[in-house]
Antibody
Framework: EVQLVESGGGLVQPGGSLRLSCAAS????????MHWVRQAPGKGLVWVSR????????NYADSVKGRFTISRDNAKNTLYLQMNSLRAEDTAVYYC??????????????WGQGTLVTVSS | DIQMTQSPSSLSASVGDRVTITCRAS??????LNWYQQKPGKAPKLLIY???SLQSGVPSRFSGSGSGTDFSLTISSLQPEDFATYSC?????????FGQGTKVEMK
């Protein structure tokens, strides 16, 4: 059974840092592109970042570029999101999601349960 | 970035009703359009991919249509477990973008 389990969320002050983790199981993690998607309270889903299967290619939303870093450890089956210089507007539930492995069209076929990040003084 | 606009933002319906939600892209996205269902406090769940393909395990009362810029999600006969928020998402180009969501509430 495919499972994605996020951790690392919590309360952090503006300007602070946090590292999120997403532990994957039930599939060959190293074969899949992985994404982070966030959802502010009461708002819609917003794509944050993605990383290819071997970690050599990354992309970011303009709103987090230069502050967030996505990475992965395929030996540990774990995806990460390092978040620096956090702002109040980064407050959200952060989901990791697996991109389907086949060729286009692409979609997210599995999601984690999410981890809440609250940026507040 | 491609903007995705859903309508309506919310709707009230009864069990057994036929419900249609529309999603419009700011430019052509071919058929690279996916639909997700989300219940409060839960992760999104894939319903439809590539505009009209039903994800495995999703009931056949859900269907999707459209191409280019205009898409729709239809629930043929609303069931109690279908009260949720539905979001479209384009995977034509990065950044992948979502609609703002449509909340389906009980009348």
């Amino acid at each position: 059974e495919v499972q994605l389990v996020e951790s690392g969320g919590g309360l952090v002050q503006p300007g602070g840092s946090l590292r999120l983790s997403c532990a994957a199981s039930g599939f060959t993690f190293s074969s899949y592109w992985m994404h982070w998607v966030r959802q502010a309270p009461g708002k819609g889903l917003v794509w944050v970042s993605r990383i290819n299967s071997d970690g050599s290619t990354t992309n970011y939303a303009d709103s987090v570029k230069g502050r967030f870093t996505i990475s992965r450890d395929n030996a540990k089956n774990t995806l990460y999101l390092q978040m620096n210089s956090l702002r109040a507007e980064d407050t959200a539930v952060y989901y990791c999601a697996r991109r389907v492995s086949s060729s286009a069209p692409y979609y997210f076929d599995y999601w984690g349960q999410g981890t809440l990040v609250t940026v507040s003084s | 970035d491609i903007q995705m606009t859903q309508s309506p933002s919310s709707l009230s319906a009864s069990v057994g009703d036929r419900v249609t939600i529309t999603c419009r892209a700011s430019q052509s996205i071919s058929s690279y359009l996916n639909w997700y269902q989300q219940k409060p406090g839960k992760a999104p769940k894939l319903l439809i991919y590539a505009a009209s393909s039903l994800q495995s395990g999703v009931p056949s009362r859900f269907s999707g249509s459209g191409s280019g810029t205009d898409f729709s999600l239809t629930i043929s006969s609303l069931q109690p477990e279908d009260f949720a928020t539905y979001s479209c998402q384009q995977s034509h180009s990065t950044p992948w973008t979502f609609g703002q969501g449509t909340k389906v509430e009980m009348k």
